[in-house]
């Protein structure tokens, strides 16, 4: 979850090299919440940034918490 996009690009390219092939990407921290509702299998790691506009990080990871 990063809001940079240069950021963005940078992370899925290591993680790529690293064979990691299905990753996905969200803007900010209710993109996250959102995306982590909406997959059938659960996410195995979450990269979180903790300034994004619409709501932050630290807001989100509670969130994601709450509902695991």
């Known amino acids: 979850v990063e809001d940079n996009l240069v950021n963005q ?3 899925v390219k290591v993680l ?9 990407v ?6 996250a919440v959102d995306k982590w ?4 299998a659960p996410f195995h790691l979450i990269f979180m940034d903790m300034k994004m506009p619409v709501m932050g990080g630290c807001e989100a990871t ?3 918490r ?3």
Do not use: N, P, W
Request: proline fraction near 0%; charge should be negative; hydrophobic fraction near 30%.
């Open 37 to 40: 509702r909406e997959q059938d």
């Open 9 to 11: 690009r940078l992370l």
């Open 16 to 24: 790529g090299r690293l064979g990691y092939t299905d990753v996905i």
């Open 26 to 31: 969200a803007c900010d921290g209710q993109q």
């Open 66 to 68: 709450q509902s695991t």
């Open 62 to 64: 509670s969130l994601i």
